[in-house]
C-alpha cells in the first residue's frame, strides 16, 4: 500500500508490516519493540504520528496534511476489514519517523543534527564536569574521538527513530568505543588541551531550541504500553 503526500513527490510504503519511503529506506522490520503496535487502535496511530511529527519540527499545515492523509487511510482500512496495524506495521513511531523523513527538506534535518551533536557533547562534557568537580577538564585524542563518535550515534539514531531509549545508547557505546580503543592505541592519551566550563556551556547553545521543543513534545506523547 502506498501513499503520497501531496506536497513533495513522497512515497511511504506499507507492505507486510514494513514502512518504506521513496528514499530507499526501509524501517519496522523484524520484532517491534516492546508495548510498540500491542493494540493499535485508530487514535492510538494518529496520537503518536502527531506525537512524533511535533517532536520531529514538522510544520503545522504540512501535519494536518499528513494527519488527513492518514486518517483517509485508516477509515479506508477500516471499511475494507483491515486494522491499524495492518497500515502503518508493527511500529507507529517507525512509521511516523519513515514519513517524517520523507516528508522533511534535507537542509532542516542537516540543521537539526548540526545543532544536537554538540548539544549531545556538552551534556557529556557538563556531567564529566560534574562527576570530576573539575572546572576545566583535561581533554585527549581518545576521549575527543569518544564523545565525537558516542554523540553522532546518539543523534544518528534520534533521528531515525524518534526517541533513544535503552538500546539507542547501547548501540551508540557499542560505536563510540571501538572508536576510542583504536584512537588510543595510534595517538596515545596524553592531554591535548584544557577545556573550561564556559566553553562547556558553549556547546549547549546551539541545541537548547531543540530541546525544549523536544522535551514538550515527549511530555504529550501517548504511552504506547
Given at each position: 500500500?502506498?501513499?503520497?503526500?501531496?506536497?513533495?513527490?513522497?512515497?511511504?510504503?506499507?507492505?507486510?508490516?514494513?514502512?518504506?519511503?521513496?528514499?530507499?529506506?526501509?524501517?519496522?522490520?523484524?520484532?517491534?519493540?516492546?508495548?510498540?503496535?500491542?493494540?493499535?487502535?485508530?487514535?492510538?496511530?494518529?496520537?503518536?504520528?502527531?506525537?512524533?511529527?511535533?517532536?520531529?519540527?514538522?510544520?503545522?499545515?504540512?501535519?494536518?496534511?499528513?494527519?488527513?492523509?492518514?486518517?483517509?487511510?485508516?477509515?479506508?482500512?477500516?471499511?475494507?476489514?483491515?486494522?491499524?496495524?495492518?497500515?502503518?506495521?508493527?511500529?507507529?513511531?517507525?512509521?511516523?519517523?519513515?514519513?517524517?523523513?520523507?516528508?522533511?527538506?534535507?537542509?532542516?534535518?542537516?540543521?537539526?543534527?548540526?545543532?544536537?551533536?554538540?548539544?549531545v557533547l556538552g551534556s557529556l562534557l557538563l556531567l564529566t564536569h560534574l562527576f570530576d568537580?573539575?572546572?576545566?577538564?583535561?581533554?585527549?585524542?581518545?576521549?575527543?574521538?569518544?564523545?565525537?563518535?558516542?554523540?553522532?550515534?546518539?543523534?544518528?539514531?534520534?533521528?531515525?527513530?524518534?526517541?533513544?531509549?535503552?538500546?539507542?545508547?547501547?548501540?551508540?557505546?557499542?560505536?563510540?568505543?571501538?572508536?576510542?580503543v583504536i584512537t588510543a592505541l595510534l595517538i596515545g592519551d596524553e592531554p591535548l588541551f584544557?577545556?573550561?566550563?564556559?566553553?562547556?556551556?558553549?556547546?549547549?547553545?546551539?541545541?537548547?531550541?531543540?530541546?525544549?521543543?523536544?522535551?514538550?513534545?515527549?511530555?504529550?506523547?501517548?504511552?504506547?504500553?
Open positions: 500500500m502506498a501513499y503520497e503526500t501531496t506536497g513533495e513527490a513522497t512515497t511511504v510504503e506499507v507492505t507486510g508490516g514494513e514502512a518504506q519511503t521513496s528514499e530507499g529506506r526501509a524501517t519496522g522490520r523484524g520484532t517491534p519493540e516492546k508495548g510498540a503496535g500491542a493494540e493499535l487502535t485508530r487514535e492510538r496511530v494518529l496520537a503518536v504520528c502527531q506525537s512524533n511529527w511535533e517532536y520531529r519540527g514538522i510544520d503545522d499545515a504540512s501535519m494536518r496534511e499528513m494527519l488527513e492523509e492518514l486518517t483517509a487511510h485508516l477509515d479506508e482500512a477500516a471499511a475494507a476489514g483491515r486494522t491499524p496495524r495492518d497500515v502503518v506495521g508493527p511500529d507507529a513511531k517507525a512509521f511516523a519517523a519513515a514519513w517524517a523523513r520523507a516528508r522533511t527538506p534535507l537542509p532542516r534535518r542537516v540543521l537539526r543534527m548540526a545543532a544536537l551533536i554538540p548539544f568537580r573539575s572546572m576545566s577538564l583535561a581533554i585527549e585524542a581518545p576521549r575527543i574521538t569518544f564523545y565525537v563518535a558516542l554523540a553522532a550515534a546518539i543523534v544518528a539514531w534520534e533521528m531515525r527513530r524518534g526517541s533513544l531509549g535503552f538500546r539507542g545508547w547501547i548501540v551508540a557505546g557499542l560505536v563510540a568505543l571501538p572508536v576510542t584544557r577545556l573550561p566550563l564556559w566553553g562547556t556551556l558553549l556547546f549547549l547553545a546551539p541545541g537548547l531550541p531543540y530541546t525544549v521543543v523536544d522535551i514538550r513534545a515527549r511530555n504529550n506523547e501517548p504511552d504506547e504500553d
